[in-house]
């Protein structure tokens, strides 16, 4: 029989994701009480998309860590809130960029404010020191892990 090694809280995937859950529903809280109808999956679609518009679907699932489906799913959603369009590439009909409508740019400076606020909640006694370490240990895990 295997000895579980590590306590619940000591695992530091589960540490990790237990921090990464709470700041997300904090987020969504936040973003509902401010209105906004969005959730954070989009979100994160929308970010990226107003520090590039016009990616191509791959692109968002490169730099969301979701999958295909999962990226056409989120999409399809922004469309039918009329946050983002598709619109076809003229080389290669296959593929199709992404773009921000005007609603979507009207987005971005209030729910970047609402999650610096959140993050801000989120980091409430915790030192500048304590988070360049953490930022340096979670980059090292990610690099040995992916490389």
């Not at 999956?41 to 679907?57: F, P, R």
């Not at 922004?78 to 609603?103: G, M």
Request: hydrophobic residues 35%; contains cysteine; proline residues 1%.
């Amino acid at each position: 029989m295997a000895k579980n090694h590590f306590k619940r809280g000591e695992l530091y995937s589960v540490l990790n994701a237990m921090a990464a859950t709470a700041i997300a529903r904090r987020l969504q809280k936040n973003f509902r009480n401010n209105g906004i109808e969005i959730t954070i999956e989009q979100w994160s679609i929308l970010y990226h998309l107003w520090k590039q518009d016009g990616l191509n679907q791959q692109d968002l699932c490169n730099k969301t860590f979701r999958d295909k489906p999962s990226i056409t799913r989120l999409i399809d959603n922004l469309e039918k809130q009329k946050l983002v369009k598709r619109v076809s590439d003229k080389k290669d009909k296959r593929v199709n960029s992404v773009c921000l409508t005007d609603a979507a740019k009207q987005l971005q400076e209030i729910t970047i404010n609402i999650a610096n606020q959140t993050m801000d909640e989120a980091l409430v006694n915790v030192s500048k020191e304590e988070i360049e370490t953490v930022k340096n240990v979670l980059q090292k895990v990610y690099d040995n892990l992916t490389t």
